[in-house]
């Protein structure tokens, strides 16, 4: 791979990082790294450090396994197309896409040849398209590249989906409590204030109503005449039959 081609894959996946923290864990097959040349391995090492991840080496199935923002991924990288001994590897890829929900067939295929070779080879073992989603690459530094890229979008996308539910779940809040807030001071003689500090110290339009008048002042800073107002509201019928909410 070009120097410029490098500096293109590496800048895109570093551009969407924080620049402190750790951003994943990535953990690579011990059988794959004893199958790789060390100078290889160097540069995964150097390339997760720029990238903020962290690398461990394990036992397992994948070649690699990336945990980013919550979500794992798991990865095949074939970094020596051989048409002639394939079956291997798609009996893998049979085996792991039942084990792991977010499975990558990484291959590098430098010549046409091999490319026409990995397609007749994907469509002899009856692959079904996207499962696994495969990624052809010109080399072995671009195809780690497109690994860390592919992993830390998905924890990003994860991250955002987080977000996007606390917003949620914040804007019904805000939501209820409004509607809280609007019942409360419908009572004569009560404001946002007060329904404010009912709220924080009784909770639920349900336990004000059975609140006394002296639970309600001895756990606020309501008045005595405030509280038996609130008291008489839920107590009396001529109160609680028609309250007008504004």
């Avoid at 002296?214 to 405030?226: F, G, P, R, V």
Wanted: glycine letters at 6%.
């Amino acid at each position: 791979m070009s120097a410029s081609a490098g500096n293109h894959y590496r800048e895109s996946a570093h551009s969407n990082l924080s620049n402190s923290g750790c951003n994943g864990v990535c953990i690579m097959s011990t059988t794959w790294k004893d199958e790789q040349h060390p100078s290889f391995i160097n540069f995964i090492s150097c390339f997760l450090n720029e990238n903020s991840c962290r690398l461990n080496f394990v036992s397992i199935d994948p070649d690699f396994i990336f945990n980013c923002g919550g979500v794992s991924a798991a990865f095949i990288f074939v970094t020596n197309w051989d048409s002639n001994d394939n079956a291997s590897i798609f009996s893998r890829v049979q085996k792991l896409r039942g084990q792991f929900a977010n499975l990558y067939l990484v291959v590098t295929l430098p010549t046409k040849d091999q490319n026409d070779s990995f397609v007749r080879s994907y469509f002899k073992y009856v692959m079904e398209l996207g499962r696994p989603a495969f990624m052809p690459v010109k080399d072995l530094e671009m195809g780690f590249e497109k690994i860390v890229k592919v992993a830390l979008a998905r924890g990003a996308c994860k991250k955002q989906d987080v977000t996007a539910k606390l917003r949620a779940e914040r804007e019904i809040s805000v939501q209820s409590l409004n509607l809280y807030i609007k019942v409360v001071t419908s009572i004569p003689g009560i404001d946002n204030h007060d329904a404010h500090a009912l709220n924080q110290a009784i909770g639920s339009i349900e336990a004000i109503a059975k609140a006394s008048k002296e639970y309600i002042m001895d756990n606020t800073d309501l008045s005595a005449e405030k509280a038996e107002l609130i008291a008489r509201f839920f107590g009396d019928p001529k109160y609680y039959l028609g309250p007008k909410i504004n």
